[in-house]
């Protein structure tokens, strides 16, 4: 069994920053990729940001240049750094671990708005 236990989300002003963090623990032997995903009301869940264990980076086009992502191997968690938020931002933020299985954390809400 894998755990992720995501933090960090939260009402926040256009323009301004959040920053998520999310622990892996449990039964993990190898982490090839880490990352998010967000799903807004009414739409498809979509890949934000993801990090390979190589340390390779993939962002969605209307995130880069805004959100960062990160991770600390020791403590297997991925950060992921939201800057000049927008109001298109609004979702809740998954965590993710894989492959070949699939691990999602609970979700976090991001609000941006005035």
């Known amino acids: 069994q894998v755990q992720l236990v995501e933090s960090g989300g939260g009402l926040v002003q256009p323009g301004g920053s959040l920053r998520l963090s999310c622990a892996a623990s449990g039964s993990i032997f190898s982490i090839n990729v880490m990352g998010w995903y967000r799903q807004a009301p009414g739409k498809q869940r979509e890949s934000v940001a993801l990090i390979s264990s190589g340390g390779v980076t993939n962002y969605v086009g209307s995130v880069k240049g805004r959100f960062t992502i990160s991770k600390d191997n020791a403590k297997n968690t991925v950060y992921l750094q939201m800057d000049s938020l927008k109001p298109e931002d609004t979702a809740v933020y998954y965590c993710?671990?894989?492959?070949?299985?699939?691990?999602w954390g609970q979700g976090t809400q991001v609000t941006v708005s005035s």
């Open positions: 993710y671990l894989g492959p070949p299985y699939s691990y």
